[in-house]
């Protein structure tokens, strides 16, 4: 896990990047992330390694378990863990999936020639 001040910073660079003008907006981003999972899945999508959407299920698996690396019972402590799971999660979904929609677009103006789908 990263350092305070890294989590804080990646943080930051996604509020720029999700507030910036002309960027997908934050509900946009949400709404594309079913899309993108599904895409990067049927391998349409190469922007988004599996390995690194395997590593975001891991962070989901991790923060609804209730095994935990620090126990929750250590208040501070506990659901720190928790938090940066949460926090790295987040940054690394809205960052991708406006990447994402950054590519639809693209792909629907005939910009990219989009992968042939399989069937």
């Known amino acids: 896990m990263k350092p ?3 989590r804080a910073a990646a943080v930051y660079r996604t ?3 999700v ?3 002309g960027s ?7 709404r594309a992330i ?13 922007g988004l390694g599996k390995g690194k959407l395997g590593l ?6 991790y923060m609804i378990s209730p095994i935990d ?21 987040m940054a690394s979904l809205l960052g991708e999936s406006g990447r994402y929609v950054d590519w639809e677009r693209k792909v629907v103006t005939g910009h990219v020639e989009a992968r042939p789908q399989e069937g």
């Open 19 to 21: 507030s910036k003008p």
């Open 24 to 30: 997908p907006s934050f509900m946009t981003r949400v």
């Open 15 to 17: 509020y720029r990047e």
């Open 56 to 61: 975001m299920a891991m962070g989901v698996v």
């Open 69 to 89: 690396l620090v126990p929750d019972f250590l208040v501070l402590i506990g659901v720190a863990d928790d938090f940066g799971v949460f926090l790295w999660l």
């Open 4 to 6: 305070k001040p890294a």
């Open 34 to 46: 079913p899309r993108m999972i599904g895409d990067v899945m049927r391998g349409r999508y190469d």
